[in-house]
């Protein structure tokens, strides 16, 4: 049994080298809102939502492209000895002259050689289908840009999580220390009892089997510090022991028609909503196609028999272009109801997505309720616990109770102890997760 406890204690040692070596690596420990800033820097989920809301954003240039000017420098090399090609060739060269008017070169020409350079322009006057795209997506923009937020508040909630878990972690250290110190002095009670005949060996042999177990639960506690501790790492973007400093948390708990009412303009809800209306121009969008298109297009050419980029030639054209599709085997009319459909489907989606926040709003608030009346009684718990092993100590002092008692009132205390310290955090964090429901955690917290 020595030699076990022995073997324990080191371990225990061990593990303790191991998170202090790794919070010191670290720098500093942090509070809840250093965590939170540092999170959103370098937590990889943030960065990626980042740039995919930045690859959003150039989305609307691209929408934009569609109805700007379009400038063209073409260059093409070209021989033939084709009568009629041949014969443009020459006349865009300026080199045509009155013996190609010959029935022999008309009909047999020679080989001919020609190097057209082209700069043209394009505009759309009237594109339906690209003024509606990019309404859209600056639409899908904006919704984009409220799921970054949804996420960043979800972060918020996954570091005070882990917060919240170390500082747990690190009073159950605490409360497994205490229970540590009270075996101890059991197991020297026992033994002064037992070597002055007062006691038996079984009770000091079961005094030292709860010492051992005492030590267990602190290598355990140990444990779950450092597992907590490189869970706040991995959300702060690094694989390293991150500790923090333990911050009085001012979380205000107001009545449920305020969470209600926030809740109808959650992150989520503001991008499904905008989803909604992008689906409802979808709609227009495939309606765009039953729309002419109109356009002015301008070009100046540059034609030379032996020289790229030469001018022995030069022309240019302007024109105006109108182009409708009067009959397109009736796939307009597909895509327009496929879109109603979609616009139907995002609809129902949007009415269960507030239906299910509603639910979930109201959850949390029940379970904010459920953890502070479970803080009260497990601060009743604990009162009563600690008042009940000092009157069995006593009784076992003066040889009134076996030390069974005394060991089993010790084991509710250690419960009683742990219970509290989890209850406490426990409420902290069911008030958090109602601020992450109802969209108000970065509010509740003071992150802005």
């Known amino acids: 049994m020595l030699v076990r406890r022995i073997f324990l204690l080191t371990v225990g040692c061990l593990l303790l080298m191991w998170i202090t070596t790794g919070a010191r690596g670290e720098g500093n420990a942090l509070s809840l809102h250093d965590a939170i800033k540092t999170a959103m820097e370098n937590n990889p989920e943030m960065r990626a939502m980042g740039s995919s809301l930045a690859a959003q954003k150039e989305d609307i240039g691209v929408a934009r492209s569609s109805l700007l000017p379009r400038l063209t420098l073409e260059e093409r090399a070209l021989k033939t000895n084709n009568p009629p090609n041949v014969f443009m060739m020459k006349l865009n060269q300026e080199r045509f002259s009155s013996s190609d008017f010959a029935i022999d070169k008309l009909n047999n020409p020679g080989p ?15 594109l339906r289908k690209a003024q509606v795209g990019f309404r859209m997506a600056k639409q899908e923009y ?37 229970s540590i110190d009270d075996a101890k002095e059991h197991s020297r009670v026992a033994e002064l009892r037992y070597k002055a005949g007062l006691g038996l060996y079984s009770d000091a042999l079961r005094a030292g089997t709860k010492v051992t177990e005492a030590e267990q639960n602190l290598v355990k506690a140990k444990k779950e510090l450092a597992v907590a501790q490189r869970w706040l790492g991995l959300l702060l973007g690094t694989v390293e022991i991150v500790d923090v400093v333990e911050t009085k948390l001012e979380l205000p708990l107001r009545d449920i028609e305020y969470y209600t009412g926030a809740a109808s303009s959650r992150r989520d809800i503001s991008a499904m909503e905008t989803r909604r209306e992008n689906a409802k121009d979808n709609i227009k969008l495939a309606e765009s196609a039953y729309f002419p298109t109109l356009g ?75 953890a502070r009346k479970n803080v009260e009684l497990s601060e009743s718990s604990l009162a009563t616990a600690e008042e009940g092993k000092r009157l069995v100590r006593t009784r076992f002092e003066n040889d009134l109770s076996p030390i069974v008692d005394l060991l089993d009132v010790q084991l509710s205390l250690d419960h009683a102890r742990a219970n509290a310290v989890a209850r406490r955090n426990d409420y902290h964090m069911a008030v958090i997760n109602l601020g992450y429901e109802s969209g108000t955690i970065v509010e509740d917290l003071q992150l802005e």
């Open 296 to 370: 002015v297009r301008g070009a100046y050419q540059l034609n030379d028999h032996n020289r790229v980029f030469g001018s022995e030639g030069d022309s240019w054209l302007v024109m105006a272009y109108l182009k409708w599709d009067l009959f397109d085997g009736a796939g307009r009319e597909f895509e327009r109801r496929k879109a109603q459909h979609r616009a139907a489907e995002t609809e129902q989606y949007l009415k269960g997505l507030r239906q299910f926040v509603s639910f979930k709003v109201h959850e949390a608030y029940l379970a904010v309720e459920e």
């Open 142 to 178: 904006a919704a984009k840009k409220e799921d970054y937020k949804r996420k960043r508040e979800e972060i918020v909630v996954k570091v005070a999580q882990a917060y919240l878990r170390i500082l747990t972690a690190r009073a159950y250290i605490g409360v497994a220390q205490k």
């Open 112 to 126: 001919a050689s020609d190097f057209q350079t082209l700069l043209s322009l394009d505009q759309p006057i009237f």
